[in-house]
């Protein structure tokens, strides 16, 4: 999934007090500021965002577009930006499983084109390239779609291979990998395999860790305090374990989109707004919806806004993007995350 920066005399000073009373606002010095357009600023044309390239605290200004000709704003770096046309709104795409109009909505992995408003594939036995090719319900495998391995089943040499509520506990050999539920694996039972983020969708908390026989899955660890103001990745870590080799986790300090230059911590598992999306990825997963997608496609936006509820998706939606674009939402101004987070100022507004 991608992540998206005049000095008034009384502005400064308003900073420099909520600094002293409240440290979490001490501003990063390799962090810009930005915060909307002053009532006092006169913008030329159709500028959108104005940038002054200030030795202590550089700034962009922002007034979002509100003109239905030019009603776009694209952000650029160390410089001003102008108000353009939308975007063009990329033709649908659609892979096997997914709704469509007509056959010119099909991707060409649907071979078959539109059949009932559902691109169609290849289907069992039939010939494929890769797993995209495949309707849902099935893997490439050989050349040949073939009917995904259940849960319980051995086999598997990536998720895809397996049902779409289902990843593979990838082992020394296929023979010994088995499709497992996703998030079914308790605290501290063995999972084969773990991210170098310490992430697996096998276990209940979606968090792993290396111990002496090599993974298992572990408590979902919160942040120390929220929002966690830092200035390093060192300045982020989470509540004590003492399962963890150094009883943390550190996260990513990231510069925010606010006016206070300051940067914050990304979020651990056990934190609310990872917590809040996880309960709607799990309803997903274990829903009957999921298998109407292609495998490859289990988890994109297209695919579950396609046969998910709106409320739900929604929801979803903006919990994943909330809980991912944390650090850069935090103590933000509404006109900022408008032009700054427009995928998640959709989502907002959505639910």
Same mark, same amino acid.
């Given at each position: 999934m991608d992540i998206w920066r005049f000095c008034l005399v009384? +502005?400064?000073?308003?900073?420099?007090?909520?600094?002293? +009373?409240?440290?979490?606002?001490?501003? #990063?010095?390799?962090?810009?500021?930005?915060?909307?357009?002053?009532?006092?600023?006169?913008?030329?044309?159709?500028?959108?965002?104005?940038?002054?390239?200030? =030795?202590?605290?550089?700034?962009? +200004?922002?007034?979002?577009?509100?003109s239905l000709k030019l009603p776009y704003c694209q952000p650029s770096t160390e410089s001003n930006s102008?108000?353009? =046309?939308?975007?063009?709104?990329?033709?649908?795409?659609a892979w096997p499983g997914e709704k469509c109009s007509t056959s010119a909505d099909c991707?060409?992995?649907a071979n078959q084109g539109c059949v009932k408003n559902v691109c169609m594939g290849a289907s069992q036995g039939d010939e494929c390239k890769v797993n995209d090719d495949c309707n849902p319900g099935y893997r490439c495998l050989g050349g040949i779609c073939q009917i995904q391995i259940p849960v319980g089943g051995t086999g598997c040499t990536n998720d895809y291979d397996?049902?779409?509520?289902?990843?593979?506990?990838?082992?020394?050999?296929?023979?010994?990998?088995?499709?497992?539920?996703y998030y079914s694996i308790a605290q501290h039972l063995p999972v084969n395999s773990c991210s170098s983020s310490n992430q697996s969708m096998l276990c209940n908390s979606g968090l792993c860790m290396a111990n002496n026989e090599g993974f298992e899955c572990m408590a979902p660890v919160q942040s120390s305090k929220l929002p966690a103001a830092c200035q390093l990745d060192s300045d982020c870590q989470s509540t004590r374990d003492d399962y963890f080799p150094n009883g943390y986790l550190t996260g990513t300090c990231y510069c925010g989109y606010n006016p206070n230059s300051a940067s914050y911590c990304s979020l651990f598992a056990g934190d609310k707004p990872m917590l809040q999306m996880m309960s709607y990825l799990k309803s997903w997963v274990q829903s009957k919806f999921i298998l109407k997608?292609?495998?490859?496609?289990?988890?994109?936006?297209?695919?579950?806004? #396609?046969?998910? #509820?709106?409320?739900?998706?929604?929801?979803?939606?903006?919990?994943?993007l909330s =809980?991912?674009?944390?650090?850069?939402?935090? #103590?933000?101004?509404?006109c900022v995350q408008q032009v700054y987070l427009p995928q998640w100022w959709a989502a907002k507004n959505a639910i």
């Open positions: 009384s +502005f400064s000073i308003s900073m420099i007090s909520a600094a002293e +009373f409240f440290p979490e606002f001490l501003g #990063n010095p390799n962090c810009p500021a930005y915060t909307c357009k002053t009532s006092s600023q006169q913008f030329l044309n159709t500028t959108c965002i104005f940038f002054t390239p200030t =030795a202590s605290t550089p700034t962009y +200004f922002v007034n979002p577009c509100t102008t108000c353009g =046309a939308a975007n063009p709104t990329p033709p649908v795409n991707s060409s992995y397996c049902v779409n509520g289902a990843g593979c506990n990838i082992a020394k050999t296929s023979s010994e990998s088995i499709c497992y539920p997608c292609n495998t490859m496609r289990r988890f994109t936006p297209a695919c579950i806004s #396609n046969w998910w #509820n709106t409320k739900d998706y929604n929801y979803y939606m903006y919990y994943y =809980a991912y674009y944390y650090p850069l939402i935090t #103590n933000g101004e509404s």
